[in-house]
């Protein structure tokens, strides 16, 4: 059965600190693993797709990585507007759908 | 109207009622998705449509009846539900093939007393 396991589930940080949220899988035949922005009341937004392990993309003040069995989603100087629920979702051979993590609760203080 | 819409956006109901919630997408995609999203737990896959055809029911209870009459449109009729199954439903619609972003909704926030 495909797992994803998000880490820390919440996370405090002052305006500028940079920090690491961990997302670790287990999917058989990783067909790609995506990150998502979800804000209260409202549906995730999507932020990157990553397809194989060493790739790595960009976004404003968020960089993903993914290794073989994890993916880290890297907030450089972070600002308030960046405070949501992020979630990492996988796509495997064995389902249509995306097996979601629990998501990290960032929280971003002026 | 852009990406993928829903409604209604909250939903009261009895566990009597028969209530309907709506998904449209105007993405060009031809594989849409219902997932639940409640508090404390990971989205949970429902069922998927490809081409119109339901692909996967991940064993969701007979109470929520799918129907997608097109590529554009997803329906989720709803019967005799219970208290638990008050939460956030989220609609997504991706390209049919495993590994494409799926783009997801504002969901249907639906309480059930």
């Known amino acids: 059965e495909d797992q994803v396991t998000q880490s820390p589930e919440a996370l405090r940080l002052q305006e500028g600190e940079s920090s690491s949220l961990n997302c670790s899988y287990t999917?058989?035949?990783?067909?790609?693993l995506f990150w998502y922005r979800q804000d209260p009341g409202k549906g995730p937004e999507f932020l990157f797709t990553?397809?194989?392990a060493g790739e790595e993309k960009e976004k404003e003040r968020l960089k993903a990585t993914l290794t073989k069995k994890e993916s880290f989603l890297h907030i450089t100087a972070p600002k308030p507007e960046d405070s949501a629920t992020y979630l990492c979702?996988?796509?495997?051979?064995?389902?249509?759908?995306?097996?979601f993590g629990k998501g990290t609760h960032l929280i971003i203080q002026p | 109207e852009t990406g993928v819409t829903q409604t209604p956006r909250h939903l009261v109901m009895g566990m009597t009622n028969k209530k309907s919630l709506k998904c449209e997408q105007h993405?060009?995609?031809?594989?849409m998705y219902w997932y639940k999203q409640s508090a404390k737990k990971p989205l949970e896959l429902m069922f998927v449509?490809?081409?119109?055809?339901?692909?996967e029911n991940n064993s969701v209870p007979s109470r929520f009846s799918p129907e997608c009459p097109n590529s554009s449109h997803l329906f989720l009729h709803l019967h005799t539900l219970q208290p638990e199954d008050s939460a956030l439903y989220l609609c997504?619609?991706?390209?049919?093939?495993?590994?494409?972003?799926?783009?997801f909704g504002p969901g249907t926030r639906l309480t059930v007393l």
């Open positions: 997504a619609s991706s390209q049919p093939k495993r590994g494409h972003e799926q783009f």
């Open positions: 999917v058989s035949g990783l067909r790609g």
């Open positions: 990553l397809y194989s």
């Open positions: 979702a996988a796509s495997g051979g064995g389902a249509d759908g995306l097996t």
């Open positions: 993405l060009g995609h031809n594989a």
């Open positions: 449509y490809n081409f119109k055809e339901q692909t």
